[in-house]
């Protein structure tokens, strides 16, 4: 055993022996001291420990409002997106709903069909529908829906067809103001309208003619289109220089229009039906 280690032993048995040997009242005045000297140390110990602690549990705290605050997201998109898609599907069943008993009410026959494309530069002039030649789809044939009217065929493939809609300046139909007494005038699309909901206008109508704001306005019969199929709804009058105008709001919704039907059957044949339906009416 080295000299360092010998001295070392032996100096702690003298300290040992020493304290046990002291008086009881010198070895309570030695612990005073000690306390006195470490009691400060030991309290900055014990309170750095706390502090210590208290910054993991508001760590902790912190972490788990994060996760909660991430999950409760979740759950919102998750609610959002389901109650999203509910409504879609309820509007689209509501559609298909009407749309199956126009089909069953109408006394002429009806192509059913679906808007398949459509361009952005003429969203308001021609969609393409699912239905073509050998559908029996013919060009000049009158598309409807269970709102009011729609357009007519303007090209005819042997799958699909082009329609050009009532929105469309090209696109014109005879109509009438709802009343015993009825205006009757040409009504069209508007040139170069790109607005988000383009009304239509009917002309020409003498001048200074006043129509009521909302009052209805209803297919002649008297070209390719049937007769008394809504066609919308007045806006307002505007005095021209020879003539007055009317602004009808369309009854058909063709910002988001999806489906449609082409009137099968002609003209002739189809008024024949009609005034028979309006003589048992």
């Known amino acids: 055993m080295k000299t360092r ?34 009691s400060p140390f030991v309290k900055a ?15 902790r705290t912190v972490e788990e409002l994060t996760a909660e605050n991430a999950r409760l997201k979740e759950e919102l998109r998750i609610k959002s997106l389901y109650s999203s898609d509910r409504e879609e599907v309820y509007n689209e069943n509501r559609q298909l709903s009407n749309a199956l008993n126009f089909k069953r009410r109408a006394f002429f026959d009806l192509i059913p069909s679906v808007v398949i494309e459509r361009q952005r530069a003429t969203w308001w002039n021609t969609v393409v529908i699912d239905k073509g030649s050998k559908h029996g789809v013919q060009a000049d044939s009158a598309v409807v829906s269970p709102d009011g009217l729609v357009g007519r065929v303007l090209l005819v493939r042997p799958e699909t067809s082009d ?9 014109k139909v005879a109509g009438r103001t709802e009343g015993s007494y009825s205006i009757r005038g040409l009504v069209a699309g508007q040139r170069g309208n790109f607005s988000a909901s383009p009304d239509l206008t009917m002309r020409p109508l003498e001048l200074g003619t006043r129509l009521e704001a ?15 199929f809504l066609i919308g709804e007045v806006v307002g009058t505007e005095d021209r220089d020879f003539f007055t105008e009317a602004r009808i709001k369309p009854a058909v919704d063709f910002e988001n229009l999806e489906h449609v039907f082409i009137v099968k059957t002609k003209p002739e044949d189809r008024n024949a039906a009609q005034r028979e339906a309006d003589s048992e009416g």
């Open 5 to 38: 280690n010998i001295i070392a032993i032996c100096l702690f048995l003298v300290l040992a022996g020493g304290v046990v040997s002291l008086s009881p009242r010198v070895t309570r005045q030695m612990q005073y001291v000690y306390h006195s000297v470490m």
């Open 45 to 59: 110990g014990s309170e750095s420990e706390r502090a210590i602690q208290q910054f993991f549990e508001d760590y």
């Open 214 to 228: 909302g009052k209805k306005i209803y297919s002649i019969g008297i070209d390719l289109f049937p007769k008394n």
């Open 163 to 171: 329609v050009i809609l009532l929105t469309d300046e090209n696109c």
